[in-house]
């Protein structure tokens, strides 16, 4: 692979990167509030013993176990991203040698 293909896809990864990180940010922000909504929740399913307050409870633990799981496909994907930066970097300083 040429070196000026290798730093092209460098770049490629980095904006991609880039662009996750900020993802993540966001992800991790939700995941907080959809947690918190979801804890409060289940404290008013306990306290009222209603099926509605326990349907509600299910309901916010759903969005909560969706965002955590947004946010391990986000993590997964910047870690595959990460060990193919790794890889052109190795590629770039092996060329240059």
Not at 32 to 51: G, I, K
């Amino acid at each position: 692979m040429s070196r000026s293909l290798v730093e092209r896809k460098l770049t490629q990864v980095d904006a991609r990167l880039k662009e996750l990180r900020a993802e993540l940010d966001v992800v991790e922000e939700q995941l907080a509030f959809f947690t918190d909504a979801a804890d409060e929740a289940r404290l008013r399913a306990l306290v009222s013993e209603t099926p509605l307050a326990d349907k509600d409870h299910r309901d916010a633990q759903k969005h909560a176990d969706a965002m955590a799981r947004q946010r391990a496909d986000v993590m997964a994907s910047i870690g595959q991203l990460e060990q193919t930066q790794d890889e052109l970097l190795d590629r770039l300083v092996a060329e240059s040698r």
